[in-house]
């Protein structure tokens, strides 16, 4: 009779013994052997011998692989933050416009039986009063 463990997942197959053939299968690199190979790269002619090449490799069909060549140059585009953090605080962030006016924002409170509504309001208000004393005086 055929014990089955509950703390397993998936098939009872996939716990059956297997030969080492098989295991290894599974782990090592496969070679293969007279297949077609295609390569897509950006510089015409042959490669050199022993380049490396960024791309990636695809199985086409049952003897044939192709290979496409991720572009060396690729633009990479700078992102700047539109009204950017100038104060990261607890329940509040100031943030500064393009015309460099500052505003508040409220952070989402996560209310409990110990932290309400009107803790959140209290605590918002005296973050409030210290930043912009930091602000003015700056």
Do not use: W
Not at 120 to 125: G, L, S, V
């Amino acid at each position: 009779m055929k014990h089955i463990n509950s703390t397993r997942v998936g098939s009872e197959v996939q716990y059956d013994p297997r030969t080492a053939g098989e295991i290894q299968h599974d782990y090592f690199p496969n070679t293969e052997l007279d297949v077609d190979l295609k390569l897509m790269t950006c510089e015409p002619g042959r490669m050199p011998v022993g380049a490396y090449l960024d791309g990636a490799i695809t199985h086409d069909d049952e003897d044939h692989f192709t290979f496409i060549q991720n572009d060396p140059e690729k633009k990479k585009l700078v992102v700047t933050q539109r009204n950017p953090h100038v104060y990261v605080g607890k329940r509040i962030n100031i943030n500064r416009k393009e015309d460099g006016t500052l505003y508040p924002t409220f952070n989402r409170p996560r209310y409990s039986e110990s932290f309400n509504f009107q803790d959140f309001c209290r605590e918002a208000a005296e973050e409030l009063l210290m930043v912009s004393g930091l602000i003015e005086n700056n």
